[in-house]
């Protein structure tokens, strides 16, 4: 089974008539479309309606003609096909998904005429709001006839594609979309879903997502939406989803055909062909059945500057789960990049390193073999020998990969900068704020932060440290926030869709931006940063609660607009590393240094911050 089907395996379990279970909210039941053609024949535009759920759901059809136009032999396996003569309603789609569950035995071109049970399916399940595929199960299928043209593909492109993303959800359905009548001219969403299973092709476009481990990439139709210095598409508040991003995915097995490997910036060429498909991990998704050719633009990992002697740099960088069971190479690699793409700042706060087992579930809570391989590593690319310091969590308490126990660590350059241990820190001792000689101080370096709070419930607790740097305190907490895990996809079938995990971090935002304000009670002055992998947008909920009181600043936010990034998720560029700034420290250089994000080949999937400033 070729690679790309691994994420897909879900889609091909047993078809459920989702809404005849009460699964899909805001259901459809009957609508003009649902009456069958002026011969009593069920068209596929009949079965499709002018809704998001076929008003035919969980009905038999019989004889349902058309087209193949496309053949999927792995994962959710099954075709699609197309009536040739389409009625005269842009909102009813002229194709659909015929799920065989084994290997079809249709060929493109095909004429065909399919019996079955109309079903709508949810990929990931109802729970996870998303959207429904509208599909025929249980077919009987019989080719009429072969080598037929196919029906002419409706092009996507910037025109063609509305600039508003999605129609208000009905609150009379708990937001749900799915019962609005589709208006392919004004909503994004509404104008993929009309063309749900229908044969389309898209011209040259930009690449905005790289090619991932399963076959994917994401590509713009609108070269000018959003756009990024370096090629991307860039996400800049809940209100501009980027409507023109399109999943790419291929029909052809991996083993006939390997995927092309593209990084963002670079141009998926000629004409892509195929079904709009609709899948889980990614909303509409052309699946093509000719691929377009991939043209290189050459994009370079960027390099930041060194500090210079008066100036401390501090960065942060997710390692992705790094330990000792990973290759080497990881660990050069992600070396090499402190040294030579980071400078190698005085201070690096690194999320994500693994106890030293990883993710063996032992009990094992050390991380001292991860950090010293790592340490190693950067001195052999010629960085120097930085000192750390951490606290080892409770087993299985933060989150994360099961068994791995991720955490932060300081590493700092012990010569040019030094590190003030008090001693006592633990996993559930917190730290405070005191004064010395008239200054703020920690009681425990490293400390954790309020680690008994319940906004720290199964993910990372910050860890704090205190700093000399030329005589100058500076206090660092490194953070880890809870994951998106569990919020609703941007194609979910409520508009809004629901961000449940923003709940806890904002709570984890509360805590910290209390930390900073007692610090700051104690000395208006002292230097604080606040770094790490916050897990939100710089404009969201979550950094709101972190800056609260104006104690704290969003340094990403002194960049360009098309510059405020450092995580690319479905083909949009945007904010998950942060460093945030006491108001002491109100003259600094920042950098989002790009060299894994926007890259099919990745050393982690993000990308590293760094802060420059004179304490």
Request: charged residues 20%; aromatic residues 6%.
């Given at each position: ?11 091909s379990a047993v078809v459920t008539a989702a809404l ?21 024949q069920v068209r596929i535009h009949d079965i499709q ?367 040019r900068v030094s590190f003030t241990d008090r001693a ?192």
């Amino acid at each position: 089974m070729p690679a790309a089907s691994s994420r897909t395996t879900a889609v091909s379990a047993v078809v459920t008539a989702a809404l005849a279970a009460g699964l899909l909210t805001g259901a459809a039941t009957t609508s003009a479309s649902a009456s069958p053609s002026a011969d009593g024949q069920v068209r596929i535009h009949d079965i499709q309606g002018a809704t998001r759920i076929s008003p035919l759901t969980g009905r038999q059809v019989s004889g349902v003609a058309g087209i193949v136009t496309g053949v999927r032999t792995y994962g959710s396996k099954g075709f699609w096909f197309q009536d040739p003569e389409p009625d005269a309603d842009p909102a009813t789609s002229e194709g659909i998904f015929v799920f065989t569950s084994s290997a079809p035995s249709v060929a493109v071109g095909d004429a065909v005429t399919v019996s079955g049970t109309v079903t709508e399916y949810v990929p990931g399940g109802a729970a996870s709001g998303n959207q429904s595929l509208t599909q025929i199960s249980r077919p009987t299928v019989a080719v009429v006839s072969s080598g037929n043209t196919l029906p002419a593909p409706v092009t996507i492109s910037e025109r063609s594609v509305p600039s508003r993303y999605a129609p208000a959800g009905d609150p009379a359905a708990g937001g749900s979309i799915n019962a609005l009548p589709l208006a392919p001219s004004r909503y994004a969403l509404d104008y993929y879903e009309s063309l749900e299973g229908m044969n389309v092709r898209i011209g040259t476009s930009r690449v905005v997502g790289a090619t991932d481990p399963y076959a994917e990439l994401w590509v713009t139709v609108k070269p000018h939406e959003n756009a990024s210095r370096r090629g991307g598409t860039v996400y800049g508040s809940y209100t501009a989803q980027n409507t023109g991003r399109l999943q790419i995915q291929s029909l052809v097995p991996l083993a006939e055909q390997p995927f092309p490997t593209a990084d963002v910036g670079d141009v998926l060429s000629g004409t892509t062909e195929g079904p709009l498909d609709f899948n889980q991990y990614g909303g509409y998704t052309l699946t093509a059945r000719t691929l377009g050719t991939v043209t290189g633009k050459g994009l370079a990992r960027e390099t930041t500057r060194k500090q210079r002697n008066g100036e401390l740099a501090v960065a942060t960088y997710n390692v992705e789960n790094l330990d000792p069971t990973d290759p080497q190479e990881k660990f050069d690699a992600l070396a090499a990049a402190v040294v030579d793409n980071l400078a190698s700042p005085d201070i690096v706060a690194l999320e994500e390193i693994q106890d030293d087992n990883g993710a063996k579930d032992d009990g094992t809570v050390s991380a001292d073999r991860t950090v010293k391989m790592f340490t190693d590593a950067i001195v052999a690319a010629g960085g120097p020998a930085y000192q750390w310091r951490s606290i080892d969590p409770e087993d299985k308490k933060d989150g994360g990969e099961p068994g791995g126990n991720i955490r932060q660590v300081f590493l700092f350059n012990p010569e040019r900068v030094s590190f003030t241990d008090r001693a006592g820190g633990d996993a559930t001792t917190a730290a405070d704020v005191v004064r010395q000689q008239g200054r703020a101080a920690l009681t425990l370096s490293p400390g954790r932060i309020d680690p008994a709070n319940a906004a720290w419930t199964n993910s990372r607790k910050p860890l704090v440290g205190e700093f000399a740097f030329r005589g100058r305190t500076v206090f660092v907490v490194a953070n880890h926030f809870a994951s998106k895990g569990g919020d609703e996809s941007i194609v979910s079938q409520h508009q809004p869709p629901a961000r449940s995990s923003e709940v806890q971090r904002h709570a984890q935002a509360e805590v910290v931006n209390t930390f900073v304000k007692k610090l700051l009670s104690v000395q208006k002055n002292a230097d604080v940063l606040v770094v790490g992998d916050i897990n939100d947008f710089e404009f969201s909920g979550t950094t709101k609660a972190l800056t609260a009181g104006g104690v704290l600043y969003p340094a990403v936010k002194s960049l360009p607009r098309q510059e405020r990034y450092s995580y690319v998720y479905q083909g949009n560029t945007q904010v998950l590393d942060q460093i945030l700034t006491s108001p002491s420290i109100d003259d600094f250089h920042y950098d989002s240094v790009h060299i894994n994000a926007e890259f099919a080949d990745q050393n982690s999937d993000h990308d590293p911050q760094v802060l420059r400033f004179r304490p």
